[in-house]
């Protein structure tokens, strides 16, 4: 952890800051390896110093050893103390975590003491999620574990899927599976998407009965250390009609292109074209209305974006999902995702369910 606050405290010079306010739950696990429900961060030149309540003093101590862990009740007073000490004025804080009930009463908290006359808090968002796009070794040994995980599941429970099962009892299957096969928990709520259903792309499992030749789609993952896997996979139950091959072809195919062409220093918006262009030229473009990707790790969601005008540079050792879809009202959709880690080559998928 000492590496990852030390590359934190690098960036303090350019923002032209003192110390961070680190409040957002992935960051501060990402920085201090606590991962408890409830705490802060504060990170200056000097000193890192992790809050948390009488709940999770005991984990954070064990979990933090390179943070000064203080027990507190709530509130503001102990950041205003610890302000006072070490002279720090200018401060940044998660302004996309922070709400503004808590800003607020931040903000009176300082202006409450004379003594902080000279002190501000600055919005600085992003700082932590930028350093979290490239993955350490550690790091990507915790998500290539929950691949594994949602991989061993999508393939077991897949061809046991037959006529008269419900889409919430595929989803329960594969979530079982997942944790049979090593997940501490699901890290989004698994998608079933059956027949017509599919056609809407984050669809909740309901009672609907599967039938014959039926699309289904199915997007789900696991949670392993904190890290998330994120898979999608399109099949039919039976025989599959003329238009799942033809729109599963075409989809794979996309998918496959982008995989096999994009390059370190693409932006996110030229890595989705690279797929949009074959779901375009087959007369798809309408029914592909997500990006193609993103960011995985700590957030199911995270940095960098890969979809259209996004400006975000992929770079060499960058994790990030590619999932191109076409969906359409009436029949149903389909969807491949899988993640993969951008090396000088090219990109090399971790996620090996079968297609």
């Known amino acids: 952890m000492k590496e990852r606050v030390e590359g934190l405290v690098a960036q303090f010079q350019d923002k032209e800051l003192d110390g961070v306010l680190i409040s957002a739950p992935e960051n501060r696990r990402y920085l201090s390896g606590f991962s408890g ?15 948390t309540d009488s709940r999770y003093t005991e984990q954070a101590t064990n979990q933090s050893p390179y943070f000064d862990v203080r027990q507190v009740r709530g509130g503001w007073n102990w950041l205003i ?17 922070m709400t503004v009930s808590s800003y607020n ?10 003594a902080l006359g000279d002190v501000s808090m600055v919005p600085a968002p992003g700082l932590a999620e930028n350093q979290r796009i490239i993955k350490d070794e550690e790091e990507l040994k915790m998500l290539q574990l ?31 599976a997942m944790r049979d096969f090593g997940a501490d928990a699901i890290s989004f709520d698994t998608i079933v998407a059956a027949g017509p259903n599919g056609a809407m792309a984050h669809h909740q499992p309901t009672d609907y ?9 199915v997007d789900m993952g696991a949670k392993v250390g904190g890290y998330c896997s994120d898979l999608s996979r399109s099949i039919a139950v039976g025989e599959p009609d003329e238009t799942f091959n033809k729109v599963y072809d075409t989809v794979l195919g996309a998918q496959l292109t982008a995989i ?37 790790g700590l957030e199911i969601h995270e940095n960098p974006r890969v979809g259209p005008r996004s400006p975000d540079v992929l770079e060499l050792d960058t994790v990030f999902t590619v999932e191109p879809g076409i969906y359409l009202s009436g029949w149903g959709g389909i969807r491949i995702e899988d993640i993969v880690i951008l090396r000088a080559d090219g990109a090399v998928p971790l996620s090996k369910a079968r297609k």
């Open 105 to 114: 009463n931040l903000i009176d908290a300082i202006k409450g003491d004379s």
């Open 146 to 176: 929950a691949i594994d995980a949602a991989d061993k599941a999508m393939d077991l429970v897949c061809p046991a899927i037959t006529p008269g099962m419900t889409e919430k009892e595929v989803a329960w299957k594969m979530e079982t």
């Open 209 to 217: 009965v599967i039938k014959q030749r039926d699309p289904i789609v």
């Open 37 to 51: 429900s409830a705490g802060y961060l504060l990170i200056t030149k000097a000193n890192a110093i992790l809050v």
């Open 260 to 296: 096999n062409t994009v390059k370190v220093g693409m932006t996110g918006e030229e890595t989705d074209n690279l797929s949009r262009n074959v779901i375009v030229d087959a007369g798809y473009g309408d029914n592909f209305g997500h990006s193609l990707g993103h960011g995985v």
């Open 81 to 97: 103390d610890e302000l006072k000490s070490s002279g720090v004025k200018k401060v940044g804080f998660e302004s996309q975590d």
